[in-house]
């Protein structure tokens, strides 16, 4: 079964674009998760969908949004880029995103703001 | 939110010797996850041990869970240089928030 996939793996961007980071998760994973690793602040999560709809939120600023489809890939959304932006955003899918469930993770997208 | 803290926060040792890490945490949970993640990688998820459990073993890797201590820890034995990861502990509780929370993790580092 392949595993969780992340594109692009690496992204530059300048200060106030914005930027949409795409996850595929596991086949059969209803629950996908987002976040963002910095080495000042580790990780940190960013929220959470399951059916297409977020059903958990970390304490990021609304330039910061995400979706997902039908079929239950993802995407995230960051607006107005800033330089602390700059960082490792991760995705994580489990079957249901329960307590009991394993989250896989996919290899990360590097996101670099200049 | 349940998070966990791993110690120490680093740890060098030689390949062949064995690496202890622990992770403490502050209240009930259903079970606690242990990834890995090599520099600048997606987390690889290890092992899961569930809050009826005492131990665990998977190949080279032995986890261990005190819920009376709130605390657990990972072994690895015969360490390798491929070993070398920051590794972070995950406790999850029965309910409130989904989210995974890390600490900062052990950095650890097998010298060939």
């Known amino acids: 079964k392949a595993g969780v996939t992340q594109t692009p793996r690496y992204l530059i961007k300048t200060r106030g674009q914005q930027v949409t980071l795409s996850c595929s998760p596991i086949?059969?994973?209803?629950?996908v998760s987002w976040y963002q690793q910095t080495p000042g602040q580790g990780l940190q999560f960013l929220f959470e969908?399951?059916?297409?709809?977020?059903?958990n939120k970390g304490n990021f600023p609304g330039r910061f949004s995400g979706r997902q489809f039908s079929n239950s890939r993802s995407e995230m959304n960051v607006s107005t880029l800033e330089l602390g932006d700059s960082a490792l955003y991760l995705c994580?899918?489990?079957?249901?995103?329960?307590?009991?469930?394993?989250?896989?993770f996919g290899p990360g997208t590097r996101l670099t703001v200049l | 939110s349940q998070q966990g803290e791993e110690d120490p926060q680093a740890l060098s040792i030689q390949e062949g010797e064995n690496a202890t890490m622990n992770c403490s945490y502050k209240?009930?949970?259903?079970?606690l996850q242990w990834y890995r993640q090599n520099s600048g990688r997606g987390l690889v998820h290890l092992i899961l041990?569930?809050?009826?459990?005492r131990e665990k073993h998977s190949g080279r890797l032995r986890v261990t869970l005190d819920t009376s201590k709130k605390s657990s820890s990972l072994l690895i034995t015969a360490s390798r240089a491929a070993d070398t990861a920051s590794y972070f502990c995950?406790?999850?509780?029965?309910?409130?928030?989904?989210?995974?929370?890390f600490g900062s993790g052990t950095r650890l580092q097998v010298q060939p």
């Open positions: 969908y399951f059916s297409e709809t977020q059903r």
């Open positions: 086949s059969g994973h209803r629950s």
């Open positions: 209240t009930s949970i259903n079970n």
């Open positions: 994580a899918s489990s079957l249901r995103g329960g307590a009991k469930d394993t989250q896989y």
């Open positions: 041990i569930r809050s009826n459990e």
């Open positions: 995950a406790p999850r509780g029965d309910t409130g928030r989904r989210a995974l929370t």
